[in-house]
Every structure is written in C-alpha cells, then in structure tokens.
C-alpha cells in the first residue's frame, strides 16, 4: 500500500514555525521501508516553497498513495493539519488517514469523535502499530482489534486498543533516524534554515540561525517533572521505561550521527539530557571517527548545568562555534524548585557559567516569567540574575513567556499548581494560530497580559 507520511509545519503571514520534522517521522519511514512498504516523507512546507504552484490534491493522485500518515505532535501544527486533512479527503475520499504524534495522542477521542476525516489515531510509538494497520488494510481483512496502540470508528463508537507497544533501545538498533532519501527533497529541507529558538544578533550582529541541522536526540523520555512539560503524559503512558526514559546503543547513535554527516549535515541539535553526569555523551563524542573531529557544530540542551568534564569533551570534539543551552526558566530559586525544573541555584549557574566561559564555547540561557507560584515581587529576582548574566558578556539570552504544554501536570492538574488554561479541548487550539507570544494560562497571581508585559519589559531591558 502506497504510504506518504506528511509533515503540516505552521506557515502563516510569512512566519514559518513547526519546520523540522519530528524524529519518529524519520524512524517510522525506515521501518515500513525495511518491511517492503512504499513509503516516502513529505514536508508540505518545503514543498510550497520550492514550487509554488504545488498541487497536493495532484501529487497524490499521480503517485497513487492510498494512506496518508500526518504528525500532530505540537498543538501549533492543528490548525494547518486538520485544514490539510479535511483539504485531502474532499478530493480523495477513499485516501485512508492516519494520525499520530504527542497531540494526537493526547486528544485521540476527541479527534475520531469530531473530525471525520481522520480514520486512524495511533496512540504514543507508531512504527510497529501503523505497519500492521498498513498490513491489515493490505489484506482487506479489516480487522483492528488486535493492533496495539490503534484508536478507530467501529460504526457510532469509538474504540481504543490497549498500548502494548513500546520501544526500546533493542528495538531501534536496527532502524535509522538518518535515512533522508525517504524524504522527497531531503537535500532542500535541510539546506534552509528550519528553526532558530535563539537569535544574538541584536546584541552581537551574528544571527545566530543555522541550517544543514539534524534535529536528533539519542534515545527518547526524560528522568525529570517540569510542570509545564508534555513528557509526563507521554512518558507515562508511552514509555515503558522504569526511569522514564533510554538511550540508545552507541553504535546506532554513531551510525546516525555519521550517516547524517555523509549527506553534509554538520551542525548537531540535541535536547536529550537525561544523565546529569552525561557519561553516554562523553562515551559518545569519544566514540566519533577522527574524521568527524571538530567538524560538526554541536547545540546541546543542558537539562543541568554542565560538569567541567563533559565541556571538555564538547570542546575537544566540535566545533569552536557549539552551543550549550541552559534553560533556568526563573531568577527565583523558590520557584526554580516548584516547578520541578533539574534544581540548581541562580549562584551555582552562575559559578558554572565562569567556568563554562573559559572554554571555545557558546553559552545560551533561557529565561522566563509568569509560573505557577511566582508573583510580580519575583520580577525584581529575574531582572537581577538577567543584569548579572549579561554582565559576564558574551552569553546570548531569550526571553519568552512558557507557552503549556499539552498534557503536562500544569495541564492536567490545574488547580494543583493555581493555573487556569485557557483551552482544554483539540478544537479549541485548532481554531487558530497558536502563537508563540502567549502562555494559553493566567495564575492566581499574573494575567496572562501582566506575565506578556512582564516579557517584554525584561526583553526591553536586556535589548
Ligand atoms: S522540560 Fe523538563 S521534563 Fe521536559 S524534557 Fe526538559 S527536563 Fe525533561
């Protein structure tokens, strides 16, 4: 069965967001590939751009595919996504659509009950569930109840197969992240720049944007509780890992890393850091054939602060241009501690951030304002770790308001934290542009609007 897994990025009045593909597209595609599925990846966006005049509708007629896989995996993406798939099944209304990704987890009832366009909602890992569904359709069977992680329509009802698949480290050993030849245009998606969360150029005249990025994280859940972060649902129900979370093998990871690089990919995006003492990385960068050495552009996102031990080794093994990125969301240390971020002090940043500054080595902070548990006093705290931060020079700074994330504790247990979210159901977020100049929350003590001002009075300062 002819199988296109389609990206929908969020393009509107020129802003591009949601443009890197998420990884499981990648390792799904590979996976109906090594079983014999046609299948190829397509990023709408991309598309667009490199013709304008590019038809959908036409595409998938000539090339015959039959089921059409989208992501939902950020909330951004379900305006454009349902547009899309409600866009498809006018005109092909015998494609079979499929659906998956974080979002697409989380609402999967509301989805097959509202929009009936959508046919299939994979729950939570997708490579093993979506083959077998590809193979059930196959053989005209239709039978899905004993495909794991499936929601579907059986007439009125909506039905939700038990999850029990779920991967592991075993699992992807043989299957790659890597393999961008499914990927129609591979060589334009990544030689455009597709995200740039970070931007020094007001204050050092570099925009600090990069393309030829592969977006990878060697293994997949996360040891930690942010209360705004989505990883607790997922992992939760997803994850089948004691600590939440797994690496993969040093050798996949090589392979992946390696293979990227062959294809002129050298700037390395990583936001997996479950390990405080980050013994893997360390094994890793060591492990990286020589002709590797100092040739690719690390960004790495320190879930704690480094050690001296795993700069070194960044330094000594990429590029003088690597980024590491600290989120300290607050520059109150009480409520760093509530929100169940990795703790660490404003001090003890900033003794590490002395440290870190003696080596060849980019350093970017994130800040914020307006959690749960901070109140307008807390301003003063974060204005004085920004001026400190920005004494020590050369550190570039991003200050944006924490938008929630679906199906974090914040999400679900509102109260618990004294936040009220603005939108609780799928088609509430699919009736606009998400914006990321919004929290979609207010707190007993901050509106919405008090916490945006609060932003843009730190980013004036800062500015
Ligand atoms: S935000 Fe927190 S919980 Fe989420 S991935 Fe990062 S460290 Fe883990």
Redesign the pocket.
Known sequence: MKTLLLHIPQINNGKREIMVIPMGLFSIADYLYKNDIDVRILHYGIQKEIEESFDLNRFIKYNKYKLICLDIHWIKQAKQTIECIKFIKSNSPDIIIVVGGISASYFADELLKTIPEIDFVIRGEGEYPLLRLIKALESNRHSFQNIPNLSYRIEKNIKHNKVTFYTDAKFYEEISHSNFKLLINYDKYFNRLLYADFDTSKRFGIRDSYKNAFFYNPGKG?????I?????FYKKSYIKQKKGFYFFSLKKAISDICNSYSYRIDVLRI????DPERRYYIRLFNELPNSLKKKIRLIF?C?TLPSEAFVKSVTSHFRDDSTLII?METGSDYVRGKI???YFTNHELIQSLKKILKYPLNIHIFLSFGLPFERSEDFKKTLEILNTITRLKNIGITICPIIV?IG?QMYEFPSKYNVSILYNKFSNWALEEISDDRTYYKTTFLSEVDILNSIKSLRNSYE
């Open positions: 996360c040891p930690y509780n942010c705004y972060c989505g990883s607790h936001s997996f850091d479950p996102d879930f989120s169940n971020r990795p994330d974090s």
